[in-house]
Nanobody, 117 residues
Framework: VQLQASGGGSVQAGGSLRLSCEASGGTFSDYTVGWFRRTPGKEREFVARIGWNSGRTLIMDSVKGRFTISRDNAKNAVYLWMNILKPEDTAVYYC???????????WGQGTLVTVSS
């Protein structure tokens, strides 16, 4: 399955963005989908994941309460709703798929989120 992330942009602190991860070329509903982010000089960081039927989600502690993940299998899409954005949320955000819960092995290109103070 091919992944396309979009929705990044530049916002001021306190603002909101919705990132989209759209899939093509496979049975999207078979996969766990995760969002990760990377800033220059840092390791890639897990942000959130959602199971194939939306029944199971996991959000990184530092964004819990501000970020939400959801999916619409009919549209082959997963969304990352980002609210109360902070400058430290600035990063390139990537989506990825896993057949299980943790083994992410298929990555899309990233989308840049820039949060200014």
């Amino acid at each position: 399955v091919q992944l396309q992330a979009s929705g990044g942009g530049s916002v001021q602190a306190g603002g909101s963005l919705r990132l989209s991860c759209e899939a093509s070329g496979g049975t999207f509903s078979d996969y766990t989908v995760g969002w990760f982010r990377r800033t220059p000089g840092k390791e890639r960081e897990f942000v959130a994941r959602i199971g194939w039927n939306s029944g199971r989600t996991l959000i990184m502690d530092s964004v819990k309460g501000r970020f939400t993940i959801s999916r619409d299998n009919a549209k082959n899409a997963v969304y990352l709703w980002m609210n109360i954005l902070k400058p430290e949320d600035t990063a390139v955000y990537y989506c990825a798929t896993a057949l299980g819960w943790t083994q992410f092995d298929n990555w899309g290109q990233g989308t840049l989120v820039t949060v200014s103070s």
